[in-house]
């Protein structure tokens, strides 16, 4: 991944994403390039050919907000999206600037929460999808709900995880565009850069979405499972902003009550069940940055 010009890779990415007749002009004929060509967002922009031209290019580095607005509306960005081409456009801090390597550890009150839920898997993740922690009834759900575990790696690497998931496809293509999103405008970030590389090596699938530049934060979604020990599961999965943290985020699992999917919960759950005497089962590990 080369950060030196992040914001002309987001603007042909996204250029090529955009039919003709999507925005008004007439589709078909002979196009070397999916998509707009740079002289059709710049007229639909209102902007020169030439400045669109050293935007992509990385010529230009400052284009005002109301150019990158009229840019966005032409490339069908949703909101989201819009702030992110805004900030790619705004000037970082060297590399230099940022943070040194630091530890960092769940806080107890949280672990104490997870653990708290026996019926109710839960598990917290920092901004690379990094799990931290887990309750035993998340990592009943798929053992890659622990502590160490890569959870974008996972779904895209693990075979046994692509087989729990019943809505892989979409988990992926969610997957990628909220890593995206919360990785925020810093290209540079080596722990980003190192997990972008590593699976844009080991997965086609990573590689073709990573490269669509999509931009979406993470939101709740109903996963569907398929599980070996109780069948298939459909959970609802709400995901918390954990504030006062750096991007740590707390997924918390749940099922529609009274459904199906509520009683083979209950039985997974006391297939995990701690007995009398047992000590807390959370599983918890240090943050590193």
């Known amino acids: 991944m080369d950060g030196s010009n992040a914001l002309g ?85 060297a590399s230099g600037a940022r943070p040194g390597h630091r530890t960092r550890r769940v806080p107890a009150s949280l672990l104490q929460l997870i653990d708290g839920w026996p019926r109710t898997p839960a598990y917290l993740q920092n901004r690379y999808t990094d799990c931290l922690a887990a309750n035993a009834l998340a990592t009943a759900l798929t053992p890659n709900y622990a502590p160490g575990v ?9 075979p046994a995880e692509r087989a729990l998931r019943r809505d892989w496809a979409d988990l992926t293509a969610e997957g990628v565009a909220a890593l995206r999103s919360g990785a925020g405008t810093d290209p540079d970030d080596p722990r980003l850069r190192d997990l972008v590389g590593e699976l844009s090596l080991r997965s086609e699938r990573f590689r073709t979405l990573w490269a669509r530049h999509e931009v979406r934060p993470r939101h709740g979604r ?25 991007g740590l985020t707390l997924v918390v699992f749940h099922a529609e009550p009274g459904s199906r999917s509520a009683e083979l919960l209950d039985i997974l759950g006391s297939l995990v069940a701690p007995r009398p005497g047992d000590s807390p089962r959370t599983h918890e590990r240090a943050e590193e940055s």
Do not use: C, W
């Not at 709400?238 to 943290?245: E, I, Q, R």
């Open 150 to 158: 890569n959870l974008l790696r996972a779904v895209f690497l693990d």
């Open 9 to 93: 890779e987001f603007l042909r990415a996204r250029r090529a994403l955009v039919r003709p007749e999507e925005v008004g002009l007439p589709g078909g004929g002979l196009r070397r390039v999916p998509g707009l060509r740079r002289e059709e967002v710049a007229m639909l922009a209102g902007i020169s050919s030439d400045y669109y031209l050293r935007l992509e290019q990385g010529r230009d580095r400052n284009p005002s907000v109301q150019v990158l607005e009229a840019i966005a509306r032409v490339l069908r960005l949703d909101t989201d999206a819009t702030a992110h081409l805004v900030g790619l456009a705004q000037e970082r801090p």
């Open 222 to 246: 109903v996963s569907h499972l398929s599980h070996p020990q109780v069948g298939d599961l459909d959970l609802h999965s709400d995901k918390l902003s954990v504030d006062g943290t750096d």
